[in-house]
Nanobody, 115 residues
Framework: QVQLVESGGGLVQPGGSLRLSCAGSRAIFSIAGMGWYRQAPGKERELVAT???????NYADSVKGRFRISGDIAGNMLYLQMNSLKPEDTAVYFC?????????WGQGTQVTVSS
């Protein structure tokens, strides 16, 4: 079973930056894309950003212009550069990878934006 492991979370002040990373324990055969999702306490898990194997990206409106997704999708490596962080960005951030028939999730990394 493939495992995705996130890292890079932590506590940061409003206006600060963090870079999240996600690495797969082994290659996901025929991976189609990867993405970042987040879940704040008491809220549904929501999409943050995704990137396909061909490089197409998609962002939630709330993070456009502040966050940037990148990575080596074929190598199951994913990054999320987060700038101008706001308290409302506080959440557990999850990495997801998918093929046309399966999906894989990481355990999540906590991001807390607070002064």
């Amino acid at each position: 079973q493939v495992q995705l492991v996130e890292s890079g979370g932590g506590l940061v002040q409003p206006g600060g930056s963090l870079r999240l990373s996600c690495a797969g324990s082994r290659a996901i055969f025929s991976i189609a894309g990867m993405g970042w999702y987040r879940q704040a306490p008491g809220k549904e898990r929501e999409l943050v950003a995704t990137i396909t194997r061909l490089g197409s990206t998609n962002y939630a409106d709330s993070v456009k212009g502040r966050f940037r997704i990148s990575g080596d999708i074929a190598g199951n490596m994913l990054y999320l550069q987060m700038n101008s962080l706001k308290p409302e960005d506080t959440a557990v951030y999850f990495c997801k990878g998918w093929t046309y028939s399966s999906e894989y999730w990481g355990q999540g990394t906590q991001v807390t934006v607070s002064s």
